[in-house]
């Protein structure tokens, strides 16, 4: 099996995994480093990989800078330090695709000629070079809504009508990276769930996922242990499997092309059971 995506893959629902090389990610970081000062344990991070294939991923999500609401930025040259190698020894050891986690343009390049397979940019292509690195390497790209930045994208997102709003910015975006080169056919969308959007946004965005799907493009949807579950449901993060796993069903039924999830083995479970139905 090859590890680059061709054109039938999303032919049919896929489990991204999250792997963080991180040690501030929200749900998992640090957990894949050493307890000495010697930093990222890559035998832990492979091990970390074969569980996750045997328990049904589809996709590895690596990447090296925490997102999470108020998270501090990494530097170049600490996320090259964090990604590459994991990329390069995943790419070597396993059969899957390997999508890479970044906005920077040297961390997309450098990855691809490793041999990664899809490009997640939250931030759009919008960072300086991250277009014209994405195009050249002629990868699938995920591009993700996101108003504001990390750092501050939760202290008040306002929108009139979300869902609108979102759909017209990605009808802009998707022209401007087509117009850049960039193929149409490569380009997955992702309405970026809990990224610069209060409860009321993410649910009307989750609601509305058929809407995102009907542009023709595979949809992502993210919601594995996310804070809207928190709140929704008064649950503290290591109680929010069940309602990662309702939300997952949900964007499934609605069309959603790709789960990206912490949970693998149970969101197999319930794709399973969603294609069972079908």
Known sequence: MSNLIQSAFFSRPRIMAVLNVTPDSFFDGGRLYGSSASGLDLDAVLMKVEALLEDGADIIDVGGESTRPGAAPVSEEEEHERVLPVVRAIVERFSVPVSVDTSTASVMAAAAQEGAALINDVRALQRPGAMAAAVESALPVCLMHMQGQP?????????????????????????????????????????????????????????????????????????????????????????????????????????ATILRVHDVAETADIRAIYEFLR
């Open 151 to 255: 750092s501050s994208m939760q202290e008040a997102p306002v929108y009139e009508d979300v869902v609108s709003e979102v759909l017209a910015w990605f009808d802009k975006r998707i022209e401007l990276c087509v117009n850049q080169g960039l193929k149409k056919q490569n380009i997955i969308l992702d309405p970026g769930i809990g990224f610069g959007k209060l409860d009321e946004h993410n649910l009307a965005l989750l609601k509305a996922t058929d809407q995102f799907v009907a542009k023709g493009h595979p949809v992502l949807i993210g919601v594995s242990r996310k804070s809207l579950l928190g709140r929704l449901l008064g649950r503290e993060l290591d109680q929010r499997l069940a309602g990662s796993l309702a939300l997952a069903y949900d964007a499934l039924s609605r069309g």
